[in-house]
């Protein structure tokens, strides 16, 4: 059975750091792409970092380029969001997802492209 678990949410100040992971059960990185979302209150789930697929390919959104990095571990099984100089903004609960395709390299940005998703872990930036 596929499974994505994520972790490491919690409660930041400003300025801070925070790592997340999502574990992934049931299948490897190979022919999976990988995106990371976020969804504040009120707000549509939007996508911040991704990985190709079969691939080291990476690509973020505008809003996080030069604060988070996405990273994985194969060993682990593993995929990883650094993200550092927080704002309030950041503030949401964070998705990892995959979607399955026999494409190397290919992309998806959006929430309905992905078929399996974890359930999610609560970033709170705050002083």
């Known amino acids: 059975q596929l499974q994505l678990v994520e972790s490491g949410g919690g409660l930041v100040q400003p300025g801070g750091s925070l790592r997340l992971s999502c574990a992934l059960s049931?299948?490897?990185?190979?022919?999976?792409?990988i995106g990371w979302f976020r969804q504040a209150p009120g707000k549509e789930r939007e996508g911040v970092s991704f990985?190709?697929?079969?691939?080291?390919?990476?690509h973020y959104a505008d809003s996080v380029k030069g604060r988070f990095t996405i990273s994985r571990d194969d060993a682990k099984n593993t995929v990883y969001l650094q993200m550092n100089s927080l704002t309030p903004e950041d503030t949401g609960v964070y998705y990892c997802a995959a979607q399955h395709t026999w494409s190397v390299g290919k992309f998806f940005f959006y929430p309905d492209e992905y078929t399996y998703w974890g359930q999610g872990t609560q970033v709170t930036v705050s002083a």
């Open positions: 990985f190709g697929s079969s691939g080291g390919n990476t």
């Open positions: 049931g299948f490897t990185l190979d022919y999976y792409a």
